[in-house]
């Protein structure tokens, strides 16, 4: 059993880059006045990318064998 280091490598930098899009987007939501920003909702950005990374990671593990 052997960890694909490039894997790990991709799917932090993915949660890095939808993390900070989402801080991106909570932030300009801030400043609209009919908007609202939002903790809980920058955490479900994330949850649903872990999710989408678990699903896809699946997946692809299952083609692979």
Known sequence: YS???RAVARVIVTL???GSLGVIDETIQ??????NASIADWCFD???AVVVI?????????ANH
């Not at 801030?30 to 908007?35: A, D, K, N, T, V």
């Not at 678990?54 to 299952?62: A, E, F, V, Y």
């Open 3 to 5: 960890i694909n280091t």
């Open 54 to 62: 678990c699903i896809l990671g699946l997946r692809n593990k299952k």
């Open 30 to 35: 801030y400043f609209l006045p009919y908007r």
């Open 16 to 18: 890095v880059l939808i």
């Open 46 to 48: 994330v949850a649903a």
